[in-house]
Nanobody
Framework: VQLQASGGGLVQEGGSLRLSCVAS????????LGWYRQAPGKQRELVAI???????NYGDSVKGRFTIGRDSTQRTVFLQMNDLKPEDTSVYYC???????????WGQGTQVTVSS
């Protein structure tokens, strides 16, 4: 299984970015796709997850600003980030976890930088 993330970049405070992550290979249709982020010197932080049953969950710091979704293939997960703040600056990692065996896969990370 491979995860390929894209869409990061530099944006001004209040702007928007859309991250994408495409999962390839064989994996369970019962899964969780999502995003974590980690800034230098800080702990990894949950951003958002999307479960194959349709449910979603968000980290407190992004609720109301970020939206996670999947495409119809269920192999691509998107993260629409609006009203970005400097504290959102981080490397964003997408991941996939199988719901039954808890096998876990990570993408390479994409840098998001928000300038004030």
């Amino acid at each position: 299984v491979q995860l390929q993330a894209s869409g990061g970049g530099l944006v001004q405070e209040g702007g928007s970015l859309r991250l994408s992550c495409v999962a390839s290979g064989r994996f369970s249709s019962m899964n969780t796709l999502g995003w974590y982020r980690q800034a230098p010197g800080k702990q990894r932080e949950l951003v958002a997850i999307s479960k194959s049953d349709g449910s979603t969950n968000y980290g407190d710091s992004v609720k109301g600003r970020f939206t996670i979704g999947r495409d119809s293939t269920q192999r691509t997960v998107f993260l629409q980030m609006n009203d970005l703040k400097p504290e959102d600056t981080s490397v964003y990692y997408c991941f996939l976890q199988g719901r039954i065996f808890k096998d876990e896969y990570w993408g390479q990370g994409t840098q998001v930088t928000v300038s004030s």
